[in-house]
């Protein structure tokens, strides 16, 4: 945790939900209850056909929701995409940007990624960007030196604590049940924020909110959470179900 920076735990539900997960969507929000708002942001970034839809149903709740990705346009012959505009029509506010999926599936740079996040600025999204490295990047001892690349080149300039998120997210560490240690995970996250005090200057890098990612559950959230610069989490598997989700969002009703 960062002092004085208020946590995010957002949700990427990935390619999965259908209508029958607005069930799921509308227990989470029912149970961030008053407590738990007074403490964190809550997200959930469903599919995009389910964006409108859960933004409707959480209204008054607080609940918030958000895109998994975004074209850099704002409209266009691009079939298929989505632009940062189009998440906010939907009721979103915030949308994640360079995801490692989204860098191997389709084959995005951090150029990509950079255009992507001015994109969600220009809508007034949130862009949560995404950094982290491989299992043979790790192996090879080039942790630091891929993710702060990626965040140098991922990050445009003038961006700040009010239109920035990061999230890093070990790639290996991504579905497979596998965490990083407290301590290496408190290093990469010290090495991200002296790096935004540079990008994004000094003030402002000291409260963008910096999340951790990866096979996080009701299990490790505590142990992962109160690592120093690890402002909330990035969740995917497990918050599809709210039992799960809000099991992880229970480590800050402490
Ligand atoms: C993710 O893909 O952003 C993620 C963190 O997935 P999981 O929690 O399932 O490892």
């Known amino acids: 945790m960062t002092p004085g920076v208020r946590p995010l735990v957002a949700g990427n539900w990935k390619m999965n939900g259908m209508r029958g997960s607005l069930h799921e969507a509308s227990a989470i929000a ?9 403490a964190i942001d809550l997200l959930i970034c469903p599919p995009a056909t389910l964006i409108a839809p859960i933004s409707r149903q959480s ?3 607080g609940l918030l929701t958000g895109g998994q990705d975004c074209h850099a346009a704002a409209s266009g012959a691009h079939t298929g ?8 029509d939907a009721g979103g506010s ?3 940007v360079g995801h490692s999926e989204r860098r ?5 740079t951090d150029a990509m990624v950079r255009a992507k996040a001015e994109a969600a600025r220009r809508a007034r999204l949130v862009a949560i960007v995404c950094v982290g490295e491989t299992q043979a990047e790790r192996e090879a001892g080039k942790t630091l030196a891929v993710v ?13 604590a009010a ?17 990083p240690t407290a301590a290496d995970v408190a290093e990469v996250h010290a090495a991200i924020r002296a790096d935004l005090k540079k990008l994004v200057g000094k003030e402002e890098g000291a409260k963008v909110r910096i999340l951790y990612g990866g096979s996080v559950k009701p299990s490790n959230a505590a142990e992962l959470m109160a690592v120093e610069n690890v402002d909330g989490a990035l969740v995917g598997g ?6 799960d989700f809000m099991g992880i969002v229970a480590v800050y009703r402490k």
């Open 30 to 38: 029912g149970q961030y209850d008053w407590s738990l708002r007074r």
């Open 59 to 61: 209204i008054g709740s």
């Open 81 to 88: 995409d989505l632009s940062a505009e189009m998440i906010a």
């Open 94 to 96: 915030f949308v994640i």
């Open 104 to 108: 191997a599936d389709h084959k995005e």
């Open 148 to 160: 702060r690349k990626q965040l140098k080149g991922s990050i445009p300039e003038g961006m700040n």
């Open 163 to 179: 239109t920035l998120v990061v999230a890093y997210e070990p790639v290996w560490a991504i579905g497979s049940g596998l965490t």
């Open 238 to 243: 497990a918050s599809l179900k709210a039992a």
